[in-house]
């Protein structure tokens, strides 16, 4: 029997609603996509007759079973068409333009043919087949011209998913709705029952938050799908349906099982000059990310670049959108990682997700507040069409300007709120703001709860990267924002608002004595009593002879960095990549002294083409600083001679060939000096270090 929310949808929607329990009983019996259920259900059962309903449920099944490709089907399929003149299919089906032979030509994805005539009419009537492919109803015939380049052309094809979105229907439609009802519909949509998180039996509600708050854990899975480049995870207990949002739900969103990765498939394939899976979908999600197996030794870094801003260079500058979900599971008990000095809830993820990774996630779900899926938590009632939803987040996914102004002038965070966070939290109001509130504006108590679930979201992960971090980088997770009256809230997260171990990890001591005129810093780590003298450094003119060895960077330049938070460089010669990497060397050793807070780089370029190309390589080590709290700036000059290192600690050293002083391995990168400058014979060249 339907409820008063089941009949206002239908009024509001109609059309556009399908019975999602009738989805759940039909896909254990045919694992066919979600949406593609639905069309048909929509098609055949749209009726609340019981006996109608049985007999449609027996004729999806009987058009599935006649007319869905399974890919290991394919050459049975073409074969059927061949034989039979023509057939009707359910498959993806993409159309692409061949400059060469200026025509188009579609692509049936489980069919297995990428040269399919179609007629113009069909792409024209249906914009997406141009536009990464959709599923449709196809009629395929078989072209008996043995003279054609082609075995089989498109007699008709009827969409399933939606040819046309109209963003003004959705939004009228959902102004019609509370915001509590919008939440139970958006659930009931993706075949959930929001009334068992209302009223839970004594056995959830005993170990599991309710209401509001479970409603909001279950939403927060679609943030990346609705928000462009952005970084979600999630882990906690098996069977808790963590990959399930994103693998049936959304046409625009794929998921990426057993825990493979590699620059080629996920971000760009040099080979083919292709741009990979960030290219094309909307949010990429990686299942078991515990598991993770990274291929190639550069994915992480171009990873980091990716998450950090939307783009990275992969010999050319890459630009995309789409969002990256982790999720994994966590066999730990929670109570046991939040009170333990030594571990914490990243316990589970591979080493490689270091702290620069995860000071990319924005917002960090407790999978470990919400229950393991049974049928009491599938709903029975109506919901939108999965398509058509997905089609609304699609839209929002593309479209932030308008939410972005909207979330600026309503959110003020507090001091602790640092670049990382700031943004974090920022995009996460937005998405909420897109899933809940897509159309009109939240009264202010509506809209503190976003902030403070996106704030939540984002302490959970700074507190994890605090007690990793042996210093206070990462200290501040006080995290808080001020009410419209000027009140300011600090945000906890409910698993370690009280937790010694979590609220103050132990750190390791460091202190500063001088003990002479010899000693300008000796510091004493605690924990190891090592300590580490640095001899005062004094003016001096260094010459290098042609073949001398000895002189690599940290022995040169070490001393004389120490204490310098600002270091300029002038070298009108950093423009071969060997001496862009020259240049890396020394920021490596900078990081490593760990004084430094700013550098500034004036070099030259040889043209324009050149500039570019240092340009994305500049960016790149920009971005890698940034992980180390450097802030990196370069320009290039075209009347620049004098090489020179200038410091803030009232130190300059002049180079006579800058840092490209050694001499050539002659393309040999197998012989000793190739790592260690020290061992690399240098050029003949001079140096001059002195105080300004």
Partial sequence: ??????????????????????????????????FVLEFLLSKYCATDDPDEIESGKIAVLEVIESNYVRPDESNSAQSKVQQEGRHKFIDKIHVKYHEKERRHWAEMENFGSKRIAINEKFYKENGKLLEGGMWA????????????????YIEDLRPIQLARFSEKI????????????????????????PDIMDNPPPEIKAKFPSGFRLKMHFLSRLLPIVQNNYNYIELG????????FYSEFSPYSTLLSGGQASTATLLYNNRKQQVGAVGFWDNIAFDEVGNMKIKDTDTIQIMKDYMANGRFSRGKEVVANASFSFVGNIDHSIDQLVNSYDHNLFITLPKAF?????????????????????????????????????????????????????????????????????????KTVTAYMKLIHPSGQPTDEEFNQLVEYAIEGRRRVKEQMNKAKPDDEFALVDLSYFTIEGKEVIVYC??????????????????????????????????????????????KRIKILYGDSGYGYETLFKDYLIGATEIILEDAYIRQKHQVNNFLRLCEIIVKIGDCKRITLITGADNESQKKENNLLFDQISNS?????????????????????????????????????????????LQVGTNDLDLRPCLETSFDFYKK
């Fill in 237 to 244: 207990p098996r069977g808790t349906g963590k990959s399930y």
């Fill in 137 to 152: 109803e196809i009629t395929l015939a078989h072209n008996e011209v043995e003279a054609d380049n082609y075995a089989f």
């Fill in 170 to 193: 959705y939004f009228e439609g959902r102004n019609k709705f509370t915001r509590d009802e919008w939440i139970d519909v958006i659930l009931r949509s993706v075949g959930l029952n």
């Fill in 494 to 539: 409910p698993e370690s608002k009280s937790v010694e171990a979590t609220q103050n990890p132990r750190k390791t001591v460091y202190t500063k004595t001088d003990k002479s005129d010899n000693l300008t810093r000796e510091e004493i780590a605690i924990t190891d009593q090592a300590q580490v003298k640095i001899k005062t450094p004094e003016e």
């Fill in 354 to 426: 270091d702290l620069a990774i995860q000071d990319r996630f924005y917002f960090y779900l407790p999978g470990w507040e919400i229950p393991k899926m049974d049928n009491k938590f599938f709903t029975q009632r109506f919901g939108l069409i999965t398509d058509y939803m997905a089609e609304a987040f699609h839209y929002m996914f593309k479209h932030n300007k308008d939410y972005v102004e909207s979330v600026s002038k309503r959110l003020k965070l507090g001091p602790n709120v640092q670049g990382r966070d700031e943004s974090a939290i920022r």
């Fill in 625 to 669: 600083l940034y992980d180390h709290e450097i802030e990196f700036r370069y320009e290039f000059s075209e009347i620049l001679h004098d090489r020179e290192i200038k410091l803030n600690n009232g130190w300059n050293i002049k180079m006579g060939r800058g840092l490209d002083y050694f001499q050539s391995l002659g393309g040999n990168y």
């Fill in 1 to 34: 029997m339907n409820d008063e929310l089941d009949k206002k949808l239908n009024d509001v929607f109609a059309g556009k609603v399908v019975r999602k329990d009738l989805v759940h009983q039909i896909k254990k019996a045919a694992n066919v996509p979600s």
